[in-house]
């Protein structure tokens, strides 16, 4: 089942947030994210909030594109009537779940909700995740037409056994007849990958990272396995149906994409993302790496905007109820002291290649960096000039700078 939404104080059914929310928002980019929760099946790897069609018990896929479009227009008036300056959308994402097993004029309708509220900014960057099986070309072409400018495929592997382990239902040989579709819409394309699957080889790691270079995307993800409490996966580990993810072997996966990646003209940005070019970075995921303002819309979607960080309720069905009420969808929230903001900058900075600020850092995390430096994992030449990067081992090792520096 989706992991347990976090604790927190009740949220306002008006939605209204406190006037620190607004210090400062012309400065800070604005974004939309929309949570699609539908998917055909569950992976078994998945804690995402998301739901199949025999678990939706009163919630209907069919009324979700105006269950959201009002969420969004909830948000207008909730930003406008807590003093938030209109701001209009820098990125907006469709996430899940598999947005596309919508139909296209249902995604086409929220995207226009979207830009009704608040605008969309010049250039501004639209994507939607997409599984393999779910489009075709005539999909994709009215993505583009709508106004979308990035498609991310769910392609996790390409080796058959690998997504057989992660109950991926796509066939591999689908992967470059999705990708050149995209291409041919106007489309922006982004693969996402998958590695320390158990029973994935580095043979086969290397397989699926070839297959994916080979299809010249734009951007790359590659995501290590975390083996979450509650899925079917960490069952079958624990019955010993399936055996344990290999540490050892993912770190040396990651080091192969790095590689690679590197050789193929990609060039890495976040811990687990690289693109070609800084063009073709995920502008939405880095908003939320830099602490931007964001609005979640959805069922378990989360939002921060000026410090306020809050969450909505997770089922589709208890979603829609509010929704229908004209009340917040919203389960609880958090105000954001200065402790904590300061330590979520140095837990998401680090992991970003263009450094996160030694300045930044209070006295005690300072006399760190010689350390961090003597022991290789974070890069000496940058630290001199004032930033934190992490070397390639830092990278494989962040958590443990992050612990250091906070």
């Not at 594109?65 to 469709?94: I, M």
């Not at 394309?189 to 080979?214: H, N, Q």
């Not at 079958?236 to 590689?259: K, T």
């Not at 939320?288 to 960080?309: E, F, I, L």
């Amino acid at each position: 089942m989706p992991s347990a939404l976090p604790l927190g104080e009740k949220a306002p059914e008006d939605g209204r947030l406190p006037a620190s929310a607004s210090e400062g928002a012309n400065e800070r980019t604005f974004g939309v994210y929309l949570h699609v929760p539908f998917c055909r099946v569950r992976c078994g790897y998945c804690d995402f909030n998301t739901y199949t069609a025999t678990e939706l018990r009163g919630a209907k896929q069919s009324d979700y594109a105006d269950e959201a479009s009002a969420e969004v227009r909830f948000a207008a008036d909730a930003l406008a009537a807590s003093g938030v300056p209109a701001r209009p959308a820098s990125t907006v994402f469709f996430g899940g779940g598999t947005p596309t097993l919508l139909p296209a004029r249902d995604l086409e309708r929220m995207l226009r909700s979207v830009r009704d509220a608040w605008g969309l900014a010049d250039g501004a960057e639209v994507t939607t995740e997409a599984n393999p099986d779910s489009v075709d070309a005539a999909y994709l072409a009215s993505l583009a037409e709508a106004g979308f400018t990035r498609v991310s495929f769910g392609m996790q592997s390409a080796v058959p056994h690998v997504l057989a382990t992660l109950e991926r239902t796509h066939d591999p040989e689908r992967i470059p007849l999705v990708v050149r579709w995209a291409k041919e819409a106007g489309l922006d394309v982004s693969l996402d990958l998958i590695y320390g699957t158990p029973g994935e080889s580095l043979d086969d790691w290397r397989r699926s990272l070839e297959v994916a270079i080979a299809q010249e995307s734009d951007h790359l993800s590659a995501y290590s396995l975390i083996v979450e409490e509650g899925t079917k996966l960490a069952r079958q580990i624990r019955r010993g149906e399936v055996a344990p993810v290999d540490d050892d072997l993912a770190a040396e996966q990651y080091e192969l994409a790095d590689e690679l990646l590197a050789s193929a003209g990609f060039g890495w940005y976040e811990v687990s993302n690289w693109a070609r070019g800084t063009e073709h970075r995920s502008r939405h995921n880095l908003a939320y790496w830099q602490g931007q303002d964001w609005w979640g819309v959805g069922p378990g979607a989360h939002s921060h905007v000026g410090g306020v960080r809050w969450w909505n309720v997770k089922h589709p069905a208890a979603y829609a109820g509010r929704i229908a009420q004209g009340t917040s969808p919203a389960a609880g929230r958090e105000l954001l002291d200065e402790q904590t903001r300061a330590m979520e900058a140095v837990l998401l900075g680090t992991r970003l290649a263009d450094g996160l600020a030694i300045d930044a850092l209070g006295a005690s995390a300072r006399l760190q960096v010689a350390g961090l430096i003597a022991e290789g994992l974070i890069d000496a030449k940058a630290a001199l000039a004032g930033s934190i990067v992490l070397s390639l081992r830092g990278r494989l090792l962040a958590d443990a700078v992050v612990r250091r520096l906070t």
